[in-house]
């Protein structure tokens, strides 16, 4: 008789679980102080920022690890750890870079790439360095000098994305090299320099051939007359000791959880964030030199963590593929290495749903990346409308924010992939404030807010499990074409 109540109140307890919605089992989780023991933790100075190849980096994947075996997720099958690691080739600054322009020194620059080099020679001036500037004449041999950006704008977005094409085009037409022309304030070109000065790829260092680097590089004139015109045959002079390499081991963190439904637990939804942020910097005016990385990316990885939560005690139809990406503020490098060597198939992939905060400055929004692009769009809005918050999309596409986040890495595979984010509707100074400052801690946000914002991210990644129809980019999207491609969909 005690074992026939037993079971009956088992059974009762079970009819119980399997009656709640989708959105009580959302609250039933996620609550404020969890997401702020989470964030404390990943924000705390002891992480020291959490760079990829730090020790604070390293401890924090340590945390990550620990929480996807408390939760109940597994390693990959044929594995025995939750860690994909991999190495990061970083190249450091210069320590010295000379450069002159018709015996004219230019003191102020910042090296994208520069080999050991001291030499003299002929330059020419191609004005912003379009196509048809580098049509015009031969530069074979010669160090060729633009100026930033083009003539449609100069911000640093603008530059950055045109400054890449630039390189591409001198290393076709044989440039020795390729001189820039910008002009910053002291203050935006120091906060530059600590991202131009060094770059990090996923690569051995016996693959790294200094002989045939170009040196590349940013010139501060301070003045937007140089007082060259088109085409203008100048010399120069670049000395340099080069740039330096070193190996930084480091780390995705995977984990898995099975799904309930026979069928669909052979698909898997991703739940993804980078947990890497960009270690210490320049002091700010209080002294503060850790960039702790509470909005960019504590925010996303403890949305991860909820969902986990979430799972751990009520699993959904599809299986659950959980990824903490390192390498992301160095160019997307984790969520490049993992599409790239998956430990599942990416077929299997059904949805990608990352998140990623750099700010907020709207609590009544939660803004997803990419909202109009999948037919996951209802119920995205639903899961963030059920908490209070309305789902929005890009709110300036003009940025290509979609393409900047781990999102994309799967995206290019055909993988449909938003990124959910806390709500913001542009660009403003309560966004700078923070972003990739020592002031982004872990005591400057509205946890009430985040609250709801958790609850909606888990509501609807569980919308995203449990759901019958098979979920996919809309028509005329860039990436639909990959996508059926992965799927083998005619």
Not at 136 to 157: I, T, W
Not at 223 to 238: A, I, K, N, R, W
Request: charged share 20%; aromatic share 12%; net charge negative.
């Amino acid at each position: 008789m005690k074992n026939l109540f037993t079971f009956c109140i088992a059974f009762l307890f079970i009819g119980i679980l399997s009656a709640q919605t989708d959105e009580e089992k959302a609250a039933a989780t996620v609550n404020a102080n969890t997401i702020k023991s989470h964030i404390y933790f990943l924000a705390d100075d002891l992480l020291e920022g959490r760079a990829s190849g730090t020790r604070g980096n390293k401890i924090a994947a340590s945390y990550l690890a620990n929480e996807l075996r408390r939760n109940g997720a597994k390693p990959i099958s044929g594995t025995d750890s939750y860690y994909q690691k991999f190495n990061l080739v970083q190249t450091g600054a210069p320590n010295f870079v000379e450069l002159s322009l018709n015996g004219t020194p230019y003191p102020l620059q910042a090296a994208f790439t520069m080999p050991v080099i001291d030499e003299s020679g002929e330059a020419v001036f191609l004005g912003y360095g379009t196509e048809n500037d580098f049509k015009r004449m031969s530069v074979s041999g010669k160090m060729v000098v633009v100026l930033g950006g083009n003539e449609a704008g100069q911000d640093p977005g603008q530059m950055f994305r045109s400054s890449r094409e630039k390189v591409e085009r001198a290393m076709r037409a044989g440039a020795k090299g390729l001189l820039e022309l910008v002009q910053f304030e002291e203050a935006m070109w120091s906060r530059l320099k600590h991202y131009i000065g060094g770059s990090t790829e996923v690569k051995d260092m016996d693959d790294t051939n200094e002989a045939d680097e170009m040196p590349h590089v940013w010139v501060n004139t301070k003045t937007e007359d140089p007082g060259f015109t088109q085409d203008m045959q100048l010399s120069y002079t670049l000395k340099s000791d080069g740039q330096t390499k070193t190996t930084l081991p480091t780390q995705n963190v995977v984990g898995m959880m099975e799904g309930t439904d026979p069928k669909l637990k052979n698909e898997y939804v991703i739940y993804s964030a980078h947990y890497d942020h960009v270690g210490i910097g320049q002091p700010n005016a209080e002294g503060d030199s850790i960039y702790n990385g509470a909005r960019d990316n504590a925010i996303g990885v403890t949305a991860v963590l909820s969902i986990l939560e979430n799972l751990g005690k009520y699993p959904t139809k599809r299986s659950a593929l959980f990824i903490l990406f390192t390498g992301e503020e160095k160019g997307l490098l984790g969520s490049k290495y993992y599409a790239d060597h998956p430990m599942i198939p990416l077929n299997q992939m059904s949805y990608c749903f990352n998140t990623d905060g750099g700010g907020y400055n709207d609590t009544s929004l939660a803004t997803i990346i990419g909202l109009e692009r999948t037919s996951a769009q209802p119920l995205i809005e639903k899961g963030a409308s059920t908490f209070g918050l309305k789902a929005i999309g890009d709110p300036a596409p003009e940025q290509g924010l979609f393409d900047r986040s781990d999102n994309v890495s799967f995206a290019q595979k055909g993988v449909p992939a938003p990124t959910y984010s806390t709500g913001f509707s542009s660009f403003d100074d309560e966004i700078f404030k923070y972003y990739h400052q020592a002031a982004d801690e872990a005591d400057s946000l509205d946890y009430e807010y985040l609250l709801k914002f958790y609850q909606g991210y888990v509501y609807t990644g569980r919308l995203i499990a449990n759901t019958s129809d098979k979920l996919f980019w809309n028509s005329g999207d860039k990436y639909e074409e990959a996508g059926k491609a992965l799927y083998e969909m005619k």
